[in-house]
């Protein structure tokens, strides 16, 4: 039996709006009365956009940093798409790459008026593909609320899958949501033009695996656990709202972050107590917009990241198995092993893990991606913890956040005064 999507504890301490309590539950009374909560199901797959060129190094990036194997690559007539899979019960990550910097679409679009998205036009995260179990009384649900769809030819012309409903890029978010109608038992197939196991895809794969066994880090990477986007300030109970509309998620709880002038946002599947079969989708937004900032003398990392680089993803969580690695005698936490193994190879880190056992959580920040500007957190649960983060945490990730996107502000304005001089 499905839960009503009102039935589950609240968390936090941040102060929604009347506006926002009130339609909160009747939004969710009506989604669970019309069926859409017990027909839209988990999160089946992610889809993220790169630079031509840039998509087998990327591939290669994931398989080291997450679980995720190459599957097979999908050549349309203006894309590549690279299929990862953990296994049917964790989302996919389909990978695509434009053959021409060139082109020119409503998602380079939303990328080009902000400074540094602007930098990589065709890079971004576009947003999740939603199982459900009837396709037509979903979109015909959506529909009446008002919903807008791209229309089949706008999807052949995007190279969207074909066998999907695709919702236009949200006004607050910029992400998309994607419906498609999949039996539980059967596989996932993506009809998106020929496919083959690309060789040079396939290197880059075994490399980053034979790394990861080197390691030792294979077994203690667990899939994703949550999906967090930045929103701007007035925009974060409108950007929950609608989320809550389009998918089966409920409103899990806000916590004020108010050192860091910020909030942080959690919703989560009716469907999957576990967040391993269907992220939890996390939206941080400021707590005071930009142009008041120099009368609170408060920092703005949130809002600063929106103004460079739009509404997007700002991060994807990987969880690490709970437990502990014997190095040299000493007993380290999975999470702080895995950090000081990647570190070993390159990878670099915006600070140090934080967090404690004792608090139940450990977590830290990779660089930004410089394919997809997306970072990679990793998050370590001790026991029965079943929040996402304290406080604490929260403040200290954001902050070091802010730290690695004002030097790209600055190097965005450098780039910027050489092409005007």
């Known amino acids: 039996m499905i839960p009503a999507s009102l039935d589950f504890p609240r968390y936090g301490d941040k102060l929604n709006s009347d506006f926002f309590e009130e339609f909160l539950v009747q939004l969710l009374e009506e989604r669970d009365r019309s069926g859409l909560t017990r027909e839209i199901r988990q999160i089946d797959a992610l889809m993220i956009t790169v630079e031509p060129g840039h998509s087998i190094a990327y591939v290669g990036e994931l398989c080291l940093m997450t679980p995720y194997h190459y599957l097979v690559t999908l050549e349309s007539e203006t894309h590549y798409t690279h299929i990862l899979r953990i296994d049917m019960s964790a989302p996919d990550v389909l990978v695509r790459e434009v053959k021409d910097p060139n082109t020119r679409g409503i998602f380079r679009s939303l990328n080009e008026v902000y400074p540094i998205g602007a930098q990589k036009p065709n890079s971004r995260y576009m947003g999740e593909i939603f199982r459900v179990t009837s396709l037509h009384d979903v979109v015909e649900l959506q529909k009446s609320r008002d919903i807008r769809f791209f229309n089949q030819d706008q999807i052949r012309k995007l190279e969207l899958p074909g066998n999907m409903a695709v919702v236009k890029p949200s006004p607050y978010t910029h992400n998309i949501v994607g419906y498609w109608e999949r039996p539980e038992e059967h596989i996932r197939v993506y009809p998106l033009g020929l496919s083959s196991i690309r060789p040079d895809v396939q290197a880059a794969y075994e490399a980053a695996k034979e790394s990861q066994a080197k390691l030792g880090i294979d077994k203690m990477l667990l899939p994703i656990d949550h999906l967090a986007t930045r929103v701007y300030s007035q925009n974060r109970e409108a950007a929950i709202l609608e989320y809550l509309t389009l998918t089966s998620y409920y409103y899990w709880g806000s916590y004020d972050i108010a050192d860091q002038n910020s909030s942080t946002n959690v919703t989560k599947s009716v469907h999957h107590g576990n967040e391993l079969e269907s992220p939890a989708k996390v939206f941080t937004a400021a707590n005071h917009p930009y142009f008041v900032n120099h009368l609170l003398h408060l920092p703005s990392p949130t809002e600063a990241f929106v103004r460079n680089y739009g509404p997007r993803l700002h991060h994807i969580a990987v969880a690490v198995n709970d437990g502990h690695t014997d190095v040299g005698g000493i007993s380290k936490a999975n999470i702080d092993y895995v950090v000081a ?50 406080k604490d945490n929260v403040a200290r990730l954001t902050h070091a956040a802010g730290v690695e996107e004002g030097l790209r502000e600055m190097d965005a304005a450098a780039r910027a005064a050489e092409v005007a001089s």
């Open 341 to 390: 193994a990647l570190r070993d190879c390159g990878q670099d880190f915006l600070l140090d893990v934080i967090g404690s056992e004792e608090e139940g959580l450990k977590q830290i920040f990779s660089s930004a991606s410089e394919y997809s500007s997306l970072i990679i957190e990793y998050v370590q649960r001790f026991g029965d913890f079943q929040g996402f983060f304290t």
